[in-house]
């Protein structure tokens, strides 16, 4: 059985499944049979396999395909759209899947264009990613000359073009609305929800933005089908995921395992646990605009709602680790100076907030902080947080800051005290 | 409304408007082409400002105020649209940089392994801080969000290419590199 669908044409060298390998091991197999079915039940499949974005929201994938309007009276022309836009800090795992594998990512692309009826779709690639674009490209031209894209695919009525869209370095992209308005050729601020993209996106059509990984999964959970794909995970939610480590570990890397698999595993087995005279002091589970979660976590299995009962999210489920000997404070510094650069300015809580937080922050790590600091970056917080923003960027940055002066007050405490970091 | 400047306001406003661009607020053939082969994938020109800078950029340099308002007339949309993407992005460079531009990567995971040390080794070496270009004209330093290599921190981008788990004499390694193929093209 099948239990590294994402990977399994991932060698050890650094090249690219060519269309010749990608077939040869089953390679659009799930894009023919798709192409079989009618498109509701597609969008069936897809909802009770239980896939869950991989972006970092969970947010079920066939559900957010199933708010698309059909029917007669529908827009004709719609969109799907792979953010490729990976720029969450810490995270490192669609780069691999499209320097490695981009014909994963077309097929699972090509059926879901196929389920909600695009005949276009856009792959918003950072403008960083450059090896990635470039195989992408390469693959597109494969898939189109053995008509997996096109005109006329498998000789049927249905006809889809890919593109691939080069972005600029800006992390805001990331933000499915922002995402389209950087399509259109406008600066990439988000847009107000409702209307949501699925009826109104992309040139104010019904447009679907899924992330790299989530296509990823596509092909294989429509070949072998709903059993065989929750199945593939061990605790509540179904399939695999590329799991990351990054971080002072022995053995940094990311690797497909099943949702579910335990922290402990990920970290101990798989990155081999922290370096030689290092201690474990907190983790990063999906990127920086999650919550801190500490050594009393690690046998949490990476599951969406676990991971949020437990005060923070999966994110993209690459986790990066802090070790005893970094400073905490200086951490979440660098977390906030990214979140506050990356602001669009478009509302003012973000805009104005973020820096406010780096400056009391900054204060703080240098020795300077006020004992009354910390009440007032908990306050920070809530005025950033969740409802009072126009987008989740500022209350994803406040999440590690929250997190932060629960888990490591003690460290916020002794800079204050000590008048140094304790740390340099 | 020029009577609230003060006149040394007016002297810098006219010095900045002095574009030192060497191009003329033309796009080439070249550059048109291009740009119209990406236009194909959109609905109209409006869409590619992004691509239009990108394509300009890759045969000028960066983007001076004559190639902006070029490509705005080119694409039928108001410059102070073009301009509102132009600053948005940080992969498009609105005033000159050096030949070769390092983008550091200043995010947690790499900052964890140590890239503010690497930074001062950088500014030490090159004489510039980040934002600025070295006095040969080479090098520029550029700090950048997350990368998106972690796993291999600390991490920088120079050209198409990654360099991964760097130290400092990894970092003299590449800078001499760079040094010497500019010393041999200006040989040439």
Known sequence: ??????????????????????????????????????????????????????????????????????????????FIVCNADEMEPGTFKDRLLMERDPHLLLEGMAIAAYAIGASVGYIF??????????????????????????????????????????????????????????????????????????????????????????????????????????????????????????????????WELPMGTSIREIIEQHAGGMRDGLRLKGFLPGGGSTDFLGPDHLDLPM?????????????????????????????????????????????????????????????????????????????????????????????????????????????????????????? | MSSLLEPEAIEVMERSNKDPDQFSGTLTDEEKREIDEEAAHYEGKSSVGLEAL??????????????????????????AQLEGVATYFQLIFRQPVGKEVIYLCKSASCWIMGCDQLQKHISQRLQIEPGQTSADGIFTLLETPCLGDCDKAPVLMLGDEMYRNLDESAIDALIEKKKQVHADKSSH
Request: net charge positive.
């Open chain 2, 54 to 79: 990108r394509i300009v950029q890759k045969h000028r340099g960066w983007i001076s105020d004559s190639s902006l308002q070029a490509i705005a007339n080119y694409l039928e949309i108001p410059v």
């Open chain 1, 303 to 424: 599951d969406y709602d676990v991971i949020g009962k437990a005060g923070s999210r999966m994110g993209t489920g690459t986790i990066t680790v802090m070790d005893d000997k970094t400073c905490p404070v200086g951490l979440v510094l660098n977390l906030t100076q990214f979140f506050a650069r990356e602001s669009c300015g478009w509302c003012t809580p973000c805009r104005d907030g973020l820096p406010w937080v780096v400056k009391v922050l900054q204060r703080i790590e240098n020795g300077e902080g006020l004992p009354e600091d910390l009440e007032l970056l908990q306050e920070q917080c809530e005025r950033i947080g969740p409802g009072k923003t126009f987008c989740a960027l500022a209350p994803g940055a406040a999440e590690p800051i929250q997190s932060a002066l629960k888990l490591f007050e003690r460290d916020f405490l002794d800079h204050i005290k000590k008048g140094c970091c304790p740390y340099k």
């Open chain 1, 125 to 254: 690639i950072r403008g960083e990613y450059h090896l990635a674009a470039e195989r992408l490209e390469l693959a597109i031209e494969e898939a189109r000359s053995r008509g997996f894209i096109g005109n006329n695919i498998f000789n049927g009525e249905y006809s889809l073009e890919i593109f691939v869209h080069r972005s600029a370095g800006n992390y805001i992209c990331g933000e499915e609305t922002a995402l389209l308005n950087a399509l259109e050729g406008r600066r990439a601020i988000p847009r107000a929800k409702p209307p949501f993209p699925q009826v109104s996106g992309l040139w104010g059509k019904p447009t679907v933005v899924n992330n790299v990984e989530t296509f990823c999964n596509i092909p294989h959970l429509v070949a072998l089908g709903i059993d065989w794909y929750r199945g593939l995970g061990v605790g509540q939610d179904a399939g695999s995921k590329i799991f990351g480590v990054s971080g002072k570990v022995k053995n940094p890397g990311a």
């Open chain 1, 1 to 78: 059985m099948l239990t590294n669908p994402l990977t399994k044409n991932i060698t050890k060298d650094n090249i690219a499944a060519d269309i010749t390998r990608y077939l040869a091991n089953d390679g659009y197999q799930g894009w023919r049979k798709a192409h079989s079915m009618a498109p509701d039940d597609i969008i069936t499949l897809v909802k009770e396999g239980g896939l869950r974005g991989r972006g970092g929201a969970g947010f079920n994938t066939g559900l957010k395909w199933s708010f698309v309007p059909r029917g007669e009276g529908s827009p004709k022309q719609k």
